[in-house]
T-cell receptor, first 113, second 114 residues
Framework: QQQVKQSPQSLIVQKGGISIINCAYE??????FPWYQQFPGKGPALLIA?????SEKKEGRFTISFNKSAKQFSLHIMDSQPGDSATYFC????????????FGDGTTLTVKP | DGGITQSPKYLFRKEGQNVTLSCEQN?????MYWYRQDPGQGLRLIYY???????QKGDIAEGYSVSREKKESFPLTVTSAQKNPTAFYLC?????????????FGEGSRLTVL
């Protein structure tokens, strides 16, 4: 049973556009929702994360929107750049076992110049 | 620089052979993890350890073994019992029970079974 569903699987955006990736979770005990960015041949790195006590978190061009009632959260990349081309994973975990995260299947983002 | 070092980066194995992937961290993290990544799939947890000399099975532990004799080291052995071992393996660490939830990943080891 997949506990975190991510969409779309792939995304192509023009430079300067907005990239939007969505995730839905099932376990209401999850209380930490990070997004990881992975470049080819590298390990993932934390991009931005949110806890359910806020509905939005922004860091530079990256924003997480969180809807607790719908059990959904999304990543918005404003002014997308070719350097943003990577695979993005959403994840969810319980703080009591935070490292045992459940990951979405990933979204491959391509930003065209 | 602090971080996680995985070796080797690429590894080829013949069927029936065991191989061991190395993972070392100098972040002073208590918890360490092994994930498997297959194309088009998310990361799946193989084993994790929250303290030295203790480790727990993750979602796909069959055919794998680990040890945690030192805080900074968490090697993964892919045994011949693993039916489909070709994959990208990622080691990660975090602060442990009081952690923020952030995982720090190594650069991965790509295992190919010939």
């Amino acid at each position: 049973q997949q506990q975190v569903k991510q969409s779309p699987q792939s995304l192509i955006v023009q430079k300067g556009g907005i990239s939007i990736i969505n995730c839905a979770y099932e376990n209401t005990a999850f209380d930490y929702f990070p997004w990881y960015q992975q470049f080819p041949g590298k390990g993932p790195a934390l991009l931005i994360a949110i806890r359910p006590d806020v509905s939005e978190k922004k860091e530079g061009r990256f924003t997480i929107s969180f809807n607790k009632s719908a059990k959904q959260f999304s990543l918005h990349i404003m002014d997308s750049q070719p350097g943003d081309s990577a695979t993005y994973f959403c994840a969810a975990s319980r703080d009591t076992n935070a490292g045992k995260s459940t990951f979405g299947d990933g979204t491959t983002l391509t930003v065209k110049p | 620089d602090g971080g996680i070092t995985q070796s080797p980066k690429y590894l080829f194995r013949k069927e029936g052979q065991n191989v061991t992937l190395s993972c070392e961290q100098n972040l002073n993290h208590d918890a360490m993890y092994w994930y498997r990544q297959d194309p088009g799939q998310g990361l799946r947890l193989i084993y994790y350890s929250q303290i030295v000399n203790d480790f727990q099975k993750g979602d796909i532990a069959e055919g794998y073994s680990v040890s945690r004799e030192k805080k900074e080291s968490f090697p993964l052995t892919v045994t011949s019992a693993q039916k489909n071992p070709t994959a990208f393996y990622l080691c990660a660490s975090s602060w442990g029970r009081q952690n923020t939830g952030e995982l720090f990943f190594g650069e991965g080891s790509r295992l190919t079974v010939l």
